[in-house]
Nanobody, 128 residues
Framework: VQLQASGGGVVQAGDSLTLACEAS????????LGWFRQAPGKRREFVAI????????RMDDSLKDRFTTYRNKNNNTMTLQMSNLRPEDTAVYFC??????????????????????WGQGTQVTVSS
């Protein structure tokens, strides 16, 4: 399994950015794909997940007004659209793959130990 994240860059506060995660796997049926981020000196934190079979998403409450995620089943790609970016959004953004059950509650989704695979991450830097 390979998870390739792309789309990071340097933007200014208030800008938008779209990240993509392509999963190189035969099938994603029965799995969840997710986004986490990690700022320097901080723990990796939950952003969003998609239950692949249904496309239903779960987003961190503090981000749902500015971030949106969705999937493309044709090419096994998960997209994270970020708008009105803030300097505190600066982080490395990782995509991850976990079992379907991770989606089932707000308690299991943010736990990094519940996921099987992690991509290499893509850097997002937001300047003020």
């Amino acid at each position: 399994v390979q998870l390739q994240a792309s789309g990071g860059g340097v933007v200014q506060a208030g800008d938008s950015l779209t990240l993509a995660c392509e999963a190189s796997v035969r099938t994603l049926s029965g799995y969840t794909l997710g986004w986490f981020r990690q700022a320097p000196g901080k723990r990796r934190e939950f952003v969003a997940i998609i239950r692949w079979s249904s496309g239903i998403t779960r987003m961190d409450d503090s981000l749902k007004d500015r971030f949106t995620t969705y999937r493309n089943k044709n090419n096994n790609t998960m997209t994270l659209q970020m708008s009105n970016l803030r300097p505190e959004d600066t982080a490395v953004y990782f995509c991850t793959l976990g079992p379907d059950r991770v989606w089932t509650s707000a308690r299991t989704a943010p736990a990094t130990g519940n996921y099987y695979y992690w991509g290499q991450g893509t850097q997002v830097t937001v300047s003020s």
